[in-house]
């Protein structure tokens, strides 16, 4: 009579364990790049998409709206270029950004984000103060904020580094666009 073994044998397990795990060293680095520029990506849409409210609520209002970084949404919170959380209000959050959203209550917030929603190795740098104030015609009025760099704090951006870091530019006109740093032919769509 012959006998028929099933199932896997101990060294074929141990084999097919080891050809898993070198895979897995393997792959860990891109891994972990592709999932630091989803982050910087991800806090660089949610920028943009809180700046296109901020300017969408100026020409609803037919008001001054602005749009700030602060570095914390407690009570104690203060605007900051490096902030990564955002507020879209009527008047300065300082000191408010814990109030919950409302027409009533100072400062009029419409809109807040925290940064460590899905984004939390996200780095900012915005260029020109840390407000942008939208007039009633979606234009920005006064000094404001004219671009922000968002880069992560774990790695370099390319050309020298893995990583994707990418811009937000803000015009006077008022217009939001996302562009790479990185990329160097200006007639390529993502050239700042």
């Known amino acids: 009579m012959n006998k028929r073994s099933h199932g896997f044998t101990l060294i074929e397990m141990m084999i097919t364990l080891a050809v898993f795990a070198l895979l897995f060293m393997v792959g860990l680095p891109s891994m972990t790049t592709w999932l630091q520029n989803q982050q910087i990506r991800a806090s660089a849409e949610g920028l943009q998409a809180g700046l296109q409210f901020a300017r969408t609520e100026a020409l609803r209002r037919n008001a001054q709206v602005r749009f700030q970084l602060v570095d914390t949404l407690t009570a104690a919170c203060a605007l900051a270029n490096n902030g990564s959380n955002w507020i879209v209000s009527i008047n300065n959050p300082a000191g408010l950004c814990d109030v919950p959203e409302s027409d009533?209550?100072?400062?009029?917030?419409?809109?807040?984000?925290?940064?460590?929603?899905?984004?939390?190795?996200?780095?900012?740098?915005?260029?020109g103060g840390s407000t942008v104030v939208f007039n009633g015609l979606g234009r920005t009025s006064g000094a404001a904020i004219t671009r922000i760099d968002v880069s992560n704090a774990s790695g370099n951006c390319q050309p020298a580094g893995p990583m994707r870091c990418l811009r937000l530019n803000i015009s006077s006109g008022g217009q939001v666009r996302m562009c790479d740093p990185a990329v160097m032919d200006n007639t390529d769509p993502r050239f700042c």
């Open 104 to 127: 009533a209550a100072a400062p009029l917030t419409i809109q807040k984000r925290s940064g460590a929603e899905g984004t939390p190795n996200a780095v900012l740098a915005a260029t």
